[in-house]
């Protein structure tokens, strides 16, 4: 059966860095300021980071693994994404997560017409090239790392691929 996988590098003390993937399956530490980490990504042992994993509707179940401390789902939440994109000589604009809803885009410069073909697949009638801003909503599943004794954990996730 296939699989995907991805993973988040959570550092405790000297600052964090996310490993966040593209498409069907990434995962980033919640850095909101409105979050459940409160807008923090410097963390100390014994902290309790959460991690926010999204997936699109060809992932199935998911199993989640930690270096260190232990890792467990926490709730769901719907979260606001904001990304800048350009397009060069291209039909396809493809958001980071799936899109869930609320959807909108601020062209810079002339504006054109997006059709959805999919969760984060938004396309063009002809190649263009424009740049802009897109704001929407996607939904993570929020998992919470704790009892990192630590400098530093791995947490992985991994995803069966529905067919």
């Known amino acids: 059966m296939a699989q995907v996988t991805t993973s988040v590098t959570v550092s405790f003390g000297s600052g964090a860095?996310?490993?966040?993937?593209?498409?069907a399956f990434s995962a980033e530490i919640d850095?909101?300021?409105?979050?459940?980490n409160k807008g923090n990504t410097n963390f100390y042992p014994n902290d309790t980071v959460y991690i926010l994993l999204y997936k699109g509707p060809n992932v199935g179940s998911v199993t989640q693994a930690t270096s260190?401390?232990?890792v467990s789902q926490y709730t769901t939440a719907t979260v606001e994404k904001k990304e800048t994109f350009?397009?060069?000589?291209?039909?396809?604009?493809?958001t980071?997560?799936?899109?869930?809803g609320n959807f909108s885009v601020?062209?810079?410069g002339t504006t054109q017409t997006l059709t959805q073909q999919g969760e984060n697949l938004y396309v063009t009638a002809t190649p263009i090239t424009a740049c802009g801003e897109v704001t929407y909503d996607a939904v993570a599943q929020v998992y919470a790392l704790s009892g990192?004794?630590?400098p530093q954990a791995v947490v992985s996730f991994t995803g069966e691929l529905l067919t």
């Not at 860095?17 to 498409?23: E, I, L, V």
């Not at 350009?86 to 493809?94: D, G, K, P, T, V």
């Not at 980071?96 to 869930?100: F, G, H, I, K, M």
Request: no cysteine; net charge negative.
């Open 17 to 23: 860095s996310s490993d966040s993937g593209q498409n």
């Open 31 to 36: 850095s909101r300021e409105d979050g459940y």
């Open 68 to 70: 260190s401390g232990s």
């Open 86 to 94: 350009s397009m060069s000589n291209s039909r396809e604009l493809r």
């Open 96 to 100: 980071s997560v799936p899109v869930a």
């Open 106 to 108: 601020t062209w810079y």
């Open 148 to 150: 990192v004794s630590y």
